[in-house]
Each structure stands twice: as structure tokens, then as C-alpha cells.
């Protein structure tokens, strides 16, 4: 054996203490005790929740009959926000969540969670939250609404919307005059404004909806335009009805709107 052997061979360690002291040097992976763990969990939850609230889906509840029979008063609802986004807005037929524009809602409709815990859910969107209102998007910008044609139907750009499968029997003979009889109560809105939206409720007869808002012959203490809701405080498109759990269903937009022609 050259020396030069005996140097290659020198250099080589056998398995036995030395590994295992070498490998006890390496540092043990440290893991976090429960507790810790457990508020890093719900930290991480909690900030997806409001990432998610902000960005994506948001829980409401329905705060009035305004929209029997499809959503009934404390129904839970969620909202989409993906629809409106890149330039998209609303279109007729849309079940829409808006803010209020400052006097659609009473006090009692105004009111959101009781409680601290309920008030500090519906901040990071995992509880419904009030001073919102919800209705049926019938007329866009540019759009022409009238009522009513000979049938009793509601007319956008002249076309007569078929409304049956989700309007309620009303106990008056038309679909839109909320506020009065049909036949002194005939009525034209727009043409929408550019950024607004013509809003009603489903149930026809008990709805605070644009109707409501729009300035009658003789009315002094109304203010024009106020029937047109701003596209943006419109938060979100109704997409499902969750709870209660006998209720669930998909929302979607009727195939009625599908015919209305666009605005001249």
C-alpha cells in the first residue's frame, strides 16, 4: 500500500459515533405549541374571510317582503362580485344587493347585527349585514320603462316583460304600479341615467322600490331622479339563497329580460 492510499483511506469516517454526532449537531425542527398554532390558524382564517368578503362572495339577509315569493323576509343570501367587475354592471333581470341611497330604508330596515360578536362577523362578511336593500334590476342606462301595456305587463323599450314565474299575486291587475291603482296610475321612467339603474321589488303590491321614488303629477316634496339607483353602491349580484336550508336555491335571471332590445 502507497502512501497515497494510506492518505484516501484515512479521510473516510465509519458509521458509528461520528455520524451520530454529526447528526446530532443539526438543528430539531421546532413545532409551534397548540395555543399558538391555533391563533395563527384563525389569524390566517380571519384574513381570508375579509379577503374574500372584499373580493369575491358576501353574506345579506333579506329585510322585508319586498321580494316574495323567491326571497322571504330573514332569508340568508350571498352575493357575488365577479360579475361587476372589468367594467360589468348590472343587467335587467339581475336580484342586486345595494347600499342605500339615503332614504329607501326605515330605521327598523336599517339595522344590522344586535350583538358585538354578530356586528364584528358581518364586518368580515361571515354574518349578514344591514342598511342594505335588495331588489329585481328592471331598467339599465339609456333604458325606457312603462306601465302598463293592455295585459297588465310592465314594458322596457317596448317589450312586455313576462313576469309571471316570479312576481306575486299582487291583488291589483297590473305588474307595476306599487303606488296606485293601474288605471290612474300609468306611469313611464327614463330613460335611465348613465351610471343608474331602474329598480322593483317582486312582490309588487309591498315594495319600496324606484316606483316608490319616482315624482307624481302634482308632487311637491319629491326629489327628481331619486327613483335611479347609482351603479355604485350596487355590491353585488344575488347568486344563491342559503338559509334556511329548506329554502336553498340558485338565483337566476329569467329568461323574459333576455328579449328586451337595447335602448335607442
Known amino acids: 500500500m502507497t502512501s497515497e492510499d494510506r492518505d484516501s483511506t484515512s479521510v473516510v469516517e465509519p458509521d458509528g459515533e461520528g455520524s451520530r454526532s ?3 449537531r443539526k438543528k430539531k425542527k421546532k413545532h409551534l405549541p397548540v395555543w399558538q398554532e ?5 389569524g390566517i382564517a380571519l384574513v381570508l374571510a375579509i379577503v374574500i368578503k372584499a373580493l369575491f362572495v358576501q353574506a ?9 315569493p323567491g326571497l322571504v323576509n330573514n332569508d340568508r343570501i ?15 333581470g339581475d336580484v342586486v344587493v345595494f347600499k342605500d341611497p339615503g332614504d329607501w ?3 327598523t330596515e336599517k339595522t344590522g347585527p344586535q350583538s358585538g360578536v354578530t356586528e364584528l362577523m358581518a364586518k368580515i362578511g361571515l354574518y349578514p349585514s344591514g342598511g342594505h ?7 339599465v342606462e339609456g333604458d325606457v320603462i312603462k306601465c302598463c301595456d293592455k295585459q297588465g305587463r310592465i314594458t322596457v323599450n317596448g317589450q312586455p316583460l313576462d313576469e309571471d314565474s316570479f312576481v306575486k299575486e299582487k291583488g291589483i291587475d297590473c305588474d307595476g304600479p306599487m303606488i296606485g291603482d ?3 296610475n300609468s306611469w313611464t321612467a327614463g330613460p335611465v341615467p348613465k351610471g343608474h339603474i331602474f329598480v322593483m321589488g317582486d312582490n309588487r303590491g309591498h315594495s319600496a322600490d324606484s316606483t316608490v321614488h319616482m315624482c307624481q303629477n302634482n308632487q311637491t316634496d319629491c ?3 331619486d327613483e335611479y339607483v347609482p351603479v355604485d353602491l350596487v355590491v353585488g349580484k344575488v347568486f344563491v339563497l342559503l338559509w334556511p336550508s329548506d329554502h336553498f336555491r340558485w338565483i337566476q335571471r329569467p329568461d323574459t329580460f333576455a328579449d328586451v332590445p337595447d335602448a335607442s
Open 22 to 24: 454529526s447528526r446530532s
Open 38 to 42: 391555533t391563533i395563527l390558524l384563525l
Open 60 to 68: 345579506f339577509y333579506i329585510p322585508s317582503e319586498s321580494m316574495e
Open 78 to 92: 350571498l352575493v357575488q362580485k365577479v360579475s361587476y367587475w372589468f367594467g360589468g354592471s348590472p343587467e335587467r
Open 105 to 107: 330604508l326605515s330605521p
Open 133 to 139: 336593500l335588495v331588489k329585481r334590476v328592471i331598467g
Open 182 to 184: 293601474c288605471s290612474r
Open 223 to 225: 326629489v327628481p331622479g
